[in-house]
Structures are given as C-alpha cells and as structure tokens.
C-alpha cells in the first residue's frame, strides 16, 4: 500500500541523520489511530485518512498537516455496469468495500449510505488488497472501492486491467458539498498513460487528505526530521498538485502540532548546513 511505500521512502530520509525509522504494518487508518490512543502500543507517528475520526476528550495527538490527496477509486466491470456513473448503480451488486480496520472501508460505507446502499439490500466484501484483481476478472464481485495516491500498486494495476473501468462520479461535487473533508478531483484524459489513452475520458473523483498524527510526547527534534522528509516525499509533482504543494498545514479535524507549525513557518534549520542534526535542531529552538 501508499502507506508502507511512503515510509520506506522517510526511511531513507531519516537514516542520513542516522535515525532508524521502524515501519509497522497495518489495516490501514482505523487501525492507525487506535494504536496511537493506545498508551501501550509503541508508535510515535501514524498515517491517517482525512474524516476517518474525530479528536476525543482524551486524545493527545497532533496532526503534521495535509501530505497529499488520496483519491477514492470506484472500479466496477464492465460487464456488470457499462457505463456506470453513480454510486446509486451499485445497489444490489456485489461491493469490495475494504478491508477491516482500513480507510477505504470507512469512507465506502460513508458514501454507500448516503445512497441508500447498505448490507441488507446489497453485498459488501470485507476485502482489499492486490486480490480485488482476480475478484474482478473472475466476476466474484461487481466493484471495488480503493483508496490511495496514483503511485498504489492496486490502482496502477486496475487502470490497467482489460473489463475492468474506472467510474467517473457525476455526484462529486455534492460529495464535497456534503461531507467537508472530501475534495472533488478531476482525473484527466490520458493524464495516466498519453499512449494507451488512460483513463479515455476526463473522471471526478473524490478525495481525502493523507496526513501524518504524532502523540505529544513526540521529541520535538523527530517532529522537525518528519517534516523534512515528508517535503522532500510528498513536495514533488503529480497528477493532483503542484511542485511544492504540500505538505502544507491544512485544516484537518485534528490540531496542528506546534512543532509542524513551526516548520511551516520557519522551514528548516539553517544551522543543519553547518552543524550535526541534533546540535543544529538544537540551537534553532
């Protein structure tokens, strides 16, 4: 998934100032977020999905901003569904809404129910993963439900996959209107491959906010490294934004931390040019 793929990434990052970052495996953003509220689960940052929760009275965590769009991707085949551009065509199909504990299934049930759409009229599969593919070509499910950047394995694979078509959301906009935290995307014609023309046509989507949650006690110096990495991973170019773009502070339900406050408002330390990162780190508070 984007998530591990991202870390792998801060990885890198983090180990030229000689910081070990430790990827822990997940569900997804559900499943993120209870481990941060647990006291006993050791985890000092955690990738969430934007509207996946709310702060409660107890939580002591703080958001490091919006790191980039996470589109949701409706695939459905052909076969069952030509020409589909509504939620509602879903009902009393067969839906891949996500697995248990991920963002993808939260958000699918979101949207699934504001069209009427639940367990009693229709099938939903608890399921996700790289085996959505074969569910579809076999015809054990009519539609899948993903959530993730472009770069996700899954999605690259399904765009590519023969009777397999992307659904282009005529609601997307009333989407964005109903629930805040979604934004409407427009995918572009041949914005995923010039040559084979995918997607063959202009697609709405629709698109929560990724964004990293640490808990208080984070040390403010690893605060100040996870911003660096995430402008070098997230800042570049892609199909949704622009060079630069993010991250950015956002404004997402939860708080934004002091330190990533400070970062966006002061950058980087300009001492790290000259000193350890600690010392420079440091030096700069």
Do not use: C
């Not at 495996?25 to 050791?42: H, K, M, V």
Request: aromatic fraction near 10%; avoid cysteine.
């Amino acid at each position: 998934g984007a998530y591990l793929r991202f870390a792998a990434r801060y990885k890198d990052v983090l180990a030229r100032y000689g910081v070990e970052l430790v990827a822990l495996p997940s569900a997804g953003a559900t499943e993120n977020l209870q481990r941060l509220r647990d006291p006993g689960f050791e985890v000092d940052a955690a990738f969430i999905q934007g509207g996946t929760a709310r702060p409660g009275e107890d939580d002591e965590l703080g958001s490091l901003g919006d790191f980039y769009h996470e589109p949701l991707w409706v695939f459905y085949r052909e076969a069952a569904l030509r020409g589909s551009d509504k939620l509602l065509d879903l009902k009393g199909k067969r839906i891949a809404v996500g697995g248990v504990g991920s963002g993808t299934q939260y958000l699918a049930l979101e949207l699934l129910a504001a069209n009427g759409i639940d367990a009693g009229n229709t099938k939903l599969v608890e399921a996700g993963g790289l085996g959505l593919v074969d569910s579809l070509q076999k015809g054990e499910v009519d539609a899948v439900f993903v959530v993730g950047p472009t770069q996700s394995a899954l999605i690259w694979t399904l765009l590519y996959t023969p009777g397999v078509r992307l659904m282009s959301l005529t609601h997307a906009e009333a989407y964005a209107r109903r629930f805040p935290h979604l934004t409407r995307l427009v995918l572009p014609r041949g914005a995923i491959d010039l040559v084979e023309d995918i997607p063959p046509r202009d697609v709405q989507l629709v698109s929560p906010m990724a964004t990293l949650l640490v808990r208080d006690a984070t040390h403010p110096a690893l605060i100040d490294l996870l911003m660096q990495a995430a402008s070098e991973v997230h800042g570049e170019h892609g199909v949704f934004q622009e060079p630069g773009e993010f991250p950015r502070a956002g404004h997402g339900a939860f708080p934004l931390s002091k330190e990533a406050a400070r970062y966006y408002k002061s950058g980087k330390p300009f001492l790290q040019r000259y000193l350890p990162f600690w010392a420079a780190t440091l030096i700069d508070r």
